[in-house]
């Protein structure tokens, strides 16, 4: 009888839950992507490979009201800050291939204006190169900067929008703000766009710690 | 109806002759507080710990805000109230309040320079601390660094805002004065009870408000619902709801100590009750409290004869289910312990409003993250995949498979709760 209920619950028995950082977070890997490889072509950001800093600021910025997502916030209020970094370094150490990026459909003169403001950016606008603190390749500069490749043109636009109108917010001083109130819709939408149409090199990664100084003064990169 | 009508016609009637005559016979102004001495430090550290129990800074920092400065906002039936500035600063926070002021401001929602401030602070249940709390309270909120912080108005609408409603509101329904001991109970009875009743607030969301936003006294603990983000506070006083008479006393101890025990998970408004106040609790007032919710009268509710949802539902559910729903939960709703709970049984499917079953559906959760229970697994959102007759099919089949055939969700109910 004993040898019966053994089988027959074994029969039955689910296998144990993983107890890894991927099975506890499901719930984010439920719109970033399988992995948070979330792809270029919806809304929704990936979050592999990001720098641990820069993850670990957008979710306290979540938090604390300086990023508006409705999803978002609720998900995280429950969470303590010791957790909040194990997630932010789970996700940053995963090294997973992107996907090519999708079609694009955008006029010749708006992919030129495009990759002008993202290698040169726009000296008489007092806008700097996106590769001037995203890194040479723009795949990110650690500890804080996130890559740029890989990223929904939409996600892109909306962040720089949100800039632009103070939904979304960094520490002060807010570089991205500064930079974003500075560019005009058609320069917005240029530079996403062709920032969204880049294959992501073999091997991005998050280029090492920058030792000249940014163009701008950042408060979420520490000096 | 007749008696809410009548009850909302009256103060009308007194917010409008108020208005009218230029009533001001409310209660005096307190003289400022000049040349206050700095509090004892063991008050300011019992204070501190009196502040976690009543979890002030719920409501009394804003999102990115410095702690206790106030300015987050509140919502309400009746419009959104901006919470108060508690900090020391003498233009805009308590700076000039002396303990006495502190003190009346909690037993009876008067403010230092006498006007009456609304229930949404509640001191219907805060009038039940003592004066040796409330001056602690007061000599931490004393200790802190002053924060600039501009008082807002919030959005009430004409006349709840009024010193006439809120006069009238207060001659109605607050009974000030504090706790008094039962003498039938224990001292951890008792405890207990002042704990929930008072500095807990519990009533503030379990206590059923009617249509002038009060309940049934501090202690009520009848199910609620609450009017920011669509949850309701299920009743303490039932099996079938939050009540926890049959549970062992350690594990009411465990779930507010953790946020969680294998059959029950903290989500939503009271994970943040948990991660805010109750883990940090001492465990003599955790058991206290354990005892008092053990102790509550609970009611049966009449079972009545549920209607069965239609065929298609079911099976769409079903289906539903097993796509999004089984890998964690069980084919069975028998969940995967630790981290994922049962489904079949549980009470959260079976209230009698699906409130709280679509939130969690919709917006995903995790358990809160404590010292006891650190790394929480959790649920992903499904709001942005199901559309609403998708998501009444699920709540119907998981009410009706699993929590012994609770009501059917319609598609309706889906959008009016969503």
């Not at chain 1, 995280?76 to 694009?104: G, K, R, V």
């Not at chain 2, 709390?133 to 004393?142: G, K, P, T, V």
């Not at chain 2, 006349?159 to 951890?188: I, K, M, V």
């Not at chain 2, 009698?352 to 790394?375: D, E, K, M, Q």
Request: aromatic share 6%; glycine share 10%; charged share 15%.
């Amino acid at each position: 009888m004993p040898l019966a209920w053994c089988l027959a619950s074994a029969a039955g028995a689910a296998p144990p839950v993983p107890d890894t950082m991927a099975q506890r977070l499901l719930a984010c890997t439920g719109c970033h992507g399988p992995q948070g490889r979330a792809s270029p072509q919806g809304y929704v950001p990936r979050l592999a490979g990001k720098p641990a800093q820069y993850l670990l600021n957008q979710l306290h910025h979540f938090r604390e009201g300086r990023r508006a997502n409705a999803a978002m916030t609720p998900l995280l209020d429950t969470l303590s800050p010791a957790y909040l970094q194990e997630i932010a370094q789970h996700f940053a150490a995963l090294d997973l291939p992107y996907p090519a990026p999708p079609a694009s459909a955008v006029a010749p003169a708006e992919v030129a204006r495009g990759l002008q403001l993202a290698q040169q950016g726009d000296p008489a606008a007092q806008v700097p190169a996106c590769a001037a603190c995203h890194g040479p390749a723009l795949t990110g500069r650690l500890p804080a900067t996130p890559g740029l490749l890989g990223l929904p043109r939409d996600y892109l636009i909306g962040q720089l929008g949100a800039w632009q109108t103070g939904l979304r917010r960094a520490a002060s001083p807010d570089c991205m703000a500064t930079l974003a109130r500075r560019m005009s819709a058609a320069d917005v939408s240029a530079v996403a766009s062709w920032l969204a149409a880049q294959p992501v090199p073999a091997a991005a990664h998050p280029q090492a710690a920058s030792v000249s100084p940014a163009p701008l003064a950042c408060g979420s990169v520490p000096p | 109806m007749k008696r809410r009508l009548l009850v909302w016609g009256l103060m009308l009637l007194a917010a409008t002759a108020g208005g009218v005559l230029g009533l001001q016979a409310g209660p005096p102004a307190l003289a400022p507080q000049t040349d206050a001495p700095a509090p004892a430090a063991a008050a300011v550290q019992r204070g501190a710990y009196l502040a976690v129990l009543g979890h002030c800074d719920g409501c009394h920092t804003a999102r990115g805000g410095a702690p206790m400065a106030g300015g987050r906002p509140i919502e309400t039936p009746f419009g959104s109230v901006i919470s108060a500035n508690l900090t020391p600063d003498r233009a805009t926070g308590l700076g000039d309040w002396s303990a006495a002021a502190f003190r009346r401001a909690l037993r009876e929602g008067v403010a230092r320079d006498g006007r009456r401030f609304t229930p949404t602070c509640p001191y219907p249940n805060f009038t039940l601390i003592t004066d040796a709390d409330a001056d602690d309270l007061y000599a931490y909120l004393r200790s802190l660094a002053p924060q600039v912080q501009p008082r807002q108005t919030g959005s009430l609408r004409w006349p709840y805002g009024t010193q006439a409603a809120l006069a009238f509101w207060q001659w109605r329904y607050l009974q000030p004065g504090p706790y008094q001991p039962n003498s039938r109970h224990d001292a951890a009875w008792n405890r207990g009870a002042y704990l929930a009743g008072g500095l807990g607030h519990c009533a503030a969301c379990h206590g059923a408000r009617h249509a002038l936003g009060a309940h049934a006294g501090p202690f009520a603990l009848d199910g609620g619902t609450l009017p920011a983000g669509g949850w309701t506070a299920p009743a303490l006083t039932s099996a079938q709801a939050a009540g926890v008479a049959h549970w062992p006393e350690q594990e009411v101890v465990d779930w507010f100590a953790t946020g969680r025990t294998p059959r029950a998970a903290a989500l939503g408004p009271m994970a943040d009750v948990v991660r805010g106040s109750t883990q940090h609790w001492a465990a003599a007032d955790l058991r206290a409290l354990a005892v008092y919710l053990r102790a509550l009268p609970q009611h049966t509710p009449v079972a009545e004869a549920m209607p069965a949802a239609e065929p298609a539902t079911l099976e769409l559910g079903r289906k539903l289910y097993e796509a999004h729903c089984a890998d964690c939960h069980g084919a069975q709703g028998e969940g995967r312990a630790p981290a994922y709970p049962a489904l079949a049984g549980h009470r959260t499917l079976g209230l009698a409003s699906p409130a709280n079953a679509l939130r969690i559906v919709l917006g995903g959760a995790f358990a809160p993250a404590t010292s006891g229970h650190a790394r929480p697994y959790g649920m992903p959102p499904f709001g942005h995949e199901l559309n609403d007759a998708q998501l009444a099919a699920l709540l119907s089949y998981l009410r009706q498979a699993f929590a012994n055939g609770a009501a059917p969700v319609s598609t309706l109910q889906v959008q009016q709760l969503r």
